[in-house]
């Protein structure tokens, strides 16, 4: 049947164009592993981030460090972590109002006055989920969990087909529209890896945002689970998700 | 883009303002649906042996192939990297819904399609080959594989094997449109899509189109072709069309009645939408319009005792109506699914561009191609004796 | 061609085509699956060694008091003790790694004090935050030194 041939011959013709077009960028993909941080052992680790709403004061200093870190567009449509700011009436919680304009990058406007209105901070990022949705949505496996608990992306493979953004609960994912690929918060992975913290715990004026390794016994996050009344972010979809709040609204979504 | 900040009302993720799925992800399950729903049309002849719709026999199939090869275009026009995604047949995800696209196109592509058309046609390919001269006989002697023989035996087989590549194809066509129901269905994040329903509706809207199209073509082919319509096979045609769309009303009036009885978190969210940004769409489009309207026509036709004359513009009507509304269907599920906030808190717009890669223009093209691979399919393989050529 | 093949000759040949095409692709797909793929998970392991391979922009809090130590004493015992010191001058790796051919240039007061200290509405109960009226117009650095700004 020609057809079926031709379609045979086509395909495989184009699949040998595309091999020989895009070899340079196949010979990195498919070449074996960069040794980037040398001594650096994924298994010793499971990270996890404590945030302390107590503490939170919207000043967005993390989301201008992440965007400055990590060469995050300064567009207000992509952000690896921004701040949303909540106000909720007294006698209604289930009809909080939020805003996070620009994401928090230049803090926040004075909030207009209002009667009974609790106000507060709530700097959101990928959750790096264990039981990830967005994971598990991708077709290729372009996105992944780490042994060390983190989600990464590898922007060398990933098809840029969205589905994943679709999956994340969370609205933590975008398009970055200069590689026309995923990309999110990897939890500064290339700042874990050197015994560094993340770039927004670093640039955090309060403590309110802890990188936590779950795995370390000495490490603060263990203290601050026992302790204080925690809470992830849309709990009944059992994601895993290891950001871990405390002093959360129940009207915070 | 600025423009799509003003257009937020409340609270969206910062991330979520822009839309990920644009129309080239409403037309990839309306193509596919419509691939389903003609091949199901055509295997009622086939193996359920419906003798009455077989005028559209042949027509259906080649209308399956003809959208379904134009099926991928409106996929590589919206990925970012479309030369990556052979991907999807080097390392699938198993996880993944969308991962067996390769693999289910191409069986039903390959195994089923193109199989059992060759194997229909095969008699006449035999024939042609013998009297066409030139490129199109060089075709169709390649088409033969090296073989003429049209025994009574050679046609016995030919029929058994294409009675069970249509029994393979008939699940082999719900895998095609179903898996794409799963994508959306099985999205925990978006209270919208998230619905085991999704898949069997998408289905059977899939069906719905199918008929439609078919229908629609069979009429309008007929009429250039200067012949009668053959009154007891668009009647039978039409039947099936109005028994799938019950279904499938019911199916999504199931999923309404029972988001609106159970009024969980989201459906503050979703009602508002549909009552605002969804108002013309849903409502007017896709129910009162795409959905109801048809279904009226098509009950008036099974009702009242009318001329053939009225009945086949009774039809058209209703085929007509129904593809615009199983595309709203599509629409309101693709586009709806995201205008609102998964913090349930805000909405946002859909900026549709004219030009782009995701924009009007390229989605009319992949719609309007479709057609151009038909009229060329249906020279090369003309699925009716013409006794009298047209003049 | 002429001798009249078998009543099933075409469909064994179209069979032998697809099993052809099945041979190409398995043997395509062999060669173009990355290296090492499936190793750790459905993933390629290379992937996660090029997201720590990206480049640092923050030096973090240790490298500053390799050379800052004076500063790193002076913050202790006050309320910004907890404040990193890139958290007001801004990432500056490249100034740690090159101390004498980078020169970070000093925040603008009073923008920068007010980024956390502006009344806002919202602001943590016992956070210190002030509103327009505080210090009568007088200049933040009037009263307050940046590293320990209690009022002595």
């Given at each position: 049947?020609?057809?079926?041939?031709?379609?045979?011959?086509?395909?495989?013709?184009?699949?040998?164009?595309?091999?020989?077009?895009?070899?340079?960028?196949?010979?990195?993909?498919?070449?074996?592993?960069?040794?980037?941080?040398?001594?650096?052992?994924?298994?010793?680790?499971?990270?996890?981030?404590?945030?302390?709403?107590?503490?939170?004061?919207?000043?967005?200093?993390?989301?201008?460090?992440?965007?400055?870190?990590?060469?995050?567009?300064?567009?207000?449509?992509?952000?690896?972590?921004?701040?949303?700011?909540?106000?909720?009436?007294?006698?209604?919680?289930?009809?909080?109002?939020?805003?996070?304009?620009?994401?928090?990058?230049?803090?926040?406007?004075?909030?207009?006055?209002?009667?009974?209105?609790?106000?507060?901070?709530?700097?959101?990022?990928?959750?790096?989920?264990?039981?990830?949705?967005?994971?598990?949505?991708?077709?290729?496996?372009?996105?992944?969990?780490?042994?060390?608990?983190?989600?990464?992306?590898?922007?060398?493979?990933?098809?840029?087909?969205?589905?994943?953004?679709?999956?994340?609960?969370?609205?933590?994912?975008?398009?970055?529209?200069?590689?026309?690929?995923?990309?999110?918060?990897?939890?500064?992975?290339?700042?874990?890896?050197?015994?560094?913290?993340?770039?927004?715990?670093?640039?955090?004026?309060?403590?309110?945002?802890?990188?936590?390794?779950?795995?370390?016994?000495?490490?603060?996050?263990?203290?601050?689970?026992?302790?204080?009344?925690?809470?992830?972010?849309?709990?009944?979809?059992?994601?895993?998700?290891?950001?871990?709040?405390?002093?959360?609204?129940?009207?915070?979504? | 883009?600025?423009?799509?900040?003003?257009?937020?009302?409340?609270?969206?993720?910062?991330?979520?303002?822009?839309?990920?799925?644009?129309?080239?992800?409403?037309?990839?399950?309306?193509?596919?649906?419509?691939?389903?729903?003609?091949?199901?049309?055509?295997?009622?002849?086939?193996?359920?042996?419906?003798?009455?719709?077989?005028?559209?026999?042949?027509?259906?199939?080649?209308?399956?192939?003809?959208?379904?090869?134009?099926?991928?275009?409106?996929?590589?026009?919206?990925?970012?990297?479309?030369?990556?995604?052979?991907?999807?047949?080097?390392?699938?995800?198993?996880?993944?819904?969308?991962?067996?696209?390769?693999?289910?196109?191409?069986?039903?592509?390959?195994?089923?399609?193109?199989?059992?058309?060759?194997?229909?046609?095969?008699?006449?390919?035999?024939?042609?080959?013998?009297?066409?001269?030139?490129?199109?006989?060089?075709?169709?002697?390649?088409?033969?594989?090296?073989?003429?023989?049209?025994?009574?035996?050679?046609?016995?087989?030919?029929?058994?094997?294409?009675?069970?590549?249509?029994?393979?194809?008939?699940?082999?066509?719900?895998?095609?449109?179903?898996?794409?129901?799963?994508?959306?269905?099985?999205?925990?994040?978006?209270?919208?899509?998230?619905?085991?329903?999704?898949?069997?509706?998408?289905?059977?809207?899939?069906?719905?189109?199918?008929?439609?199209?078919?229908?629609?073509?069979?009429?309008?082919?007929?009429?250039?072709?200067r012949r009668p319509v053959d009154m007891a096979c668009a009647d039978t045609v039409a039947r099936y069309l109005f028994y799938a769309f019950l279904v499938d009303f019911s199916l999504e009036m199931l999923d309404l009645v029972h988001r609106i009885y159970e009024a969980d978190e989201s459906f503050r969210s979703l009602d508002f939408?549909?009552?605002?940004?969804?108002?013309?769409?849903?409502?007017?489009?896709?129910?009162?319009?795409?959905?109801?309207?048809?279904?009226?026509?098509?009950?008036?036709?099974?009702?009242?005792?009318?001329?053939?004359?009225?009945?086949?513009?009774?039809?058209?009507?209703?085929?007509?109506?129904?593809?615009?509304?199983?595309?709203?269907?599509?629409?309101?599920?693709?586009?709806?699914?995201?205008?609102?906030?998964?913090?349930?808190?805000?909405?946002?717009?859909?900026?549709?561009?004219?030009?782009?890669?995701?924009?009007?223009?390229?989605?009319?093209?992949?719609?309007?191609?479709?057609?151009?691979?038909?009229?060329?399919?249906?020279?090369?393989?003309?699925?009716?004796?013409?006794?009298?050529?047209?003049? | 061609?002429?001798?009249?093949?078998?009543?099933?000759?075409?469909?064994?040949?179209?069979?032998?085509?697809?099993?052809?095409?099945?041979?190409?692709?398995?043997?395509?797909?062999?060669?173009?699956?990355?290296?090492?793929?499936?190793?750790?998970?459905?993933?390629?392991?290379?992937?996660?060694?090029?997201?720590?391979?990206?480049?640092?922009?923050?030096?973090?809090?240790?490298?500053?008091?390799?050379?800052?130590?004076?500063?790193?004493?002076?913050?202790?015992?006050?309320?910004?003790?907890?404040?990193?010191?890139?958290?007001?001058?801004?990432?500056?790796?490249?100034?740690?790694?090159?101390?004498?051919?980078?020169?970070?240039?000093?925040?603008?007061?009073?923008?920068?004090?007010?980024?956390?200290?502006?009344?806002?509405?919202?602001?943590?109960?016992?956070?210190?935050?002030?509103?327009g009226s505080h210090g009568g117009g007088e200049p933040c650095l009037g009263c307050h030194k940046p590293h320990d700004p209690r009022i002595s």
């Open positions: 049947m020609k057809r079926n041939r031709r379609e045979f011959l086509q395909h495989g013709g184009v699949l040998l164009l595309l091999t020989g077009a895009s070899s340079l960028a196949w010979e990195h993909v498919a070449a074996g592993e960069p040794e980037a941080a040398p001594g650096y052992d994924e298994t010793a680790h499971w990270w996890a981030m404590a945030i302390d709403i107590e503490r939170c004061i919207g000043c967005g200093n993390c989301v201008r460090a992440c965007k400055a870190e990590n060469d995050v567009p300064l567009e207000p449509f992509y952000f690896r972590t921004w701040v949303e700011r909540y106000a909720v009436p007294a006698g209604d919680p289930e009809h909080p109002a939020a805003e996070s304009p620009n994401g928090g990058f230049d803090g926040f406007p004075p909030a207009a006055p209002g009667e009974g209105i609790k106000r507060f901070y709530v700097p959101k990022l990928c959750n790096h989920c264990a039981h990830s949705p967005c994971v598990q949505v991708c077709p290729v496996g372009a996105t992944f969990e780490t042994r060390d608990g983190l989600v990464l992306v590898d922007k060398n493979y990933c098809l840029g087909c969205r589905y994943c953004v679709q999956a994340c609960p969370y609205g933590c994912r975008f398009i970055d529209p200069r590689t026309r690929t995923v990309d999110k918060c990897t939890l500064c992975a290339h700042r874990l890896a050197k015994g560094l913290t993340t770039a927004c715990c670093e640039a955090c004026p309060t403590g309110a945002r802890r990188l936590g390794d779950l795995k370390d016994r000495k490490d603060p996050i263990h203290r601050f689970l026992a302790q204080r009344p925690v809470h992830v972010l849309k709990p009944h979809l059992a994601t895993g998700a290891k950001v871990y709040y405390a002093g959360l609204d129940g009207s915070v979504r | 883009m600025e423009e799509l900040l003003r257009g937020v009302e409340g609270f969206m993720y910062p991330n979520e303002v822009e839309l990920q799925w644009s129309i080239l992800i409403v037309i990839y399950p309306f193509v596919t649906g419509l691939v389903a729903g003609a091949f199901i049309l055509a295997s009622l002849e086939r193996v359920f042996n419906v003798e009455a719709v077989k005028p559209t026999y042949r027509l259906a199939l080649l209308t399956a192939l003809a959208f379904l090869l134009v099926a991928p275009l409106p996929l590589q026009l919206h990925l970012g990297h479309p030369e990556r995604s052979f991907e999807m047949f080097l390392t699938p995800h198993t996880s993944s819904a969308m991962a067996m696209f390769g693999f289910v196109y191409l069986w039903y592509l390959l195994a089923v399609l193109v199989l059992e058309i060759w194997l229909d046609y095969r008699q006449d390919i035999v024939r042609w080959a013998e009297e066409a001269r030139g490129i199109r006989g060089l075709l169709y002697r390649a088409l033969t594989l090296g073989s003429r023989n049209v025994s009574a035996e050679a046609l016995r087989l030919d029929d058994r094997a294409g009675r069970i590549i249509t029994i393979v194809g008939i699940p082999s066509a719900f895998l095609l449109h179903g898996y794409v129901g799963f994508i959306f269905g099985s999205v925990k994040a978006n209270p919208w899509w998230s619905t085991p329903l999704m898949p069997v509706v998408f289905l059977f809207s899939a069906m719905v189109s199918g008929i439609a199209v078919v229908l629609l073509l069979y009429v309008i082919l007929s009429r250039i072709r939408m549909v009552h605002t940004r969804l108002y013309v769409p849903h409502i007017v489009v896709q129910i009162l319009l795409g959905t109801l309207l048809p279904i009226g026509l098509l009950a008036l036709t099974q009702v009242l005792r009318l001329e053939p004359g009225w009945r086949l513009r009774l039809y058209v009507s209703a085929a007509c109506l129904t593809l615009v509304g199983i595309f709203a269907m599509r629409w309101n599920v693709v586009i709806g699914g995201q205008l609102f906030s998964k913090s349930f808190l805000g909405y946002t717009t859909y900026k549709l561009a004219f030009a782009g890669r995701e924009g009007l223009l390229p989605a009319l093209f992949t719609l309007v191609l479709p057609l151009g691979i038909l009229a060329l399919l249906l020279r090369l393989l003309p699925p009716w004796e013409e006794k009298a050529p047209a003049a | 061609m002429s001798r009249s093949p078998s009543p099933s000759a075409h469909l064994l040949r179209m069979a032998l085509l697809f099993a052809a095409g099945l041979v190409v692709f398995l043997a395509v797909r062999a060669l173009l699956v990355p290296q090492g793929f499936g190793r750790y998970g459905h993933y390629r392991p290379g992937a996660a060694e090029e997201n720590r391979a990206r480049p640092l922009h923050h030096a973090g809090e240790a490298a500053c008091a390799d050379c800052h130590g004076d500063v790193a004493e002076a913050k202790a015992p006050g309320p910004h003790a907890g404040v990193h010191c890139e958290a007001c001058h801004g990432p500056l790796k490249v100034h740690a790694d090159d101390p004498e051919a980078v020169k970070p240039a000093l925040p603008a007061v009073p923008a920068l004090c007010l980024r956390c200290h502006r009344e806002d509405g919202a602001k943590p109960k016992g956070f210190p935050a002030v509103d």
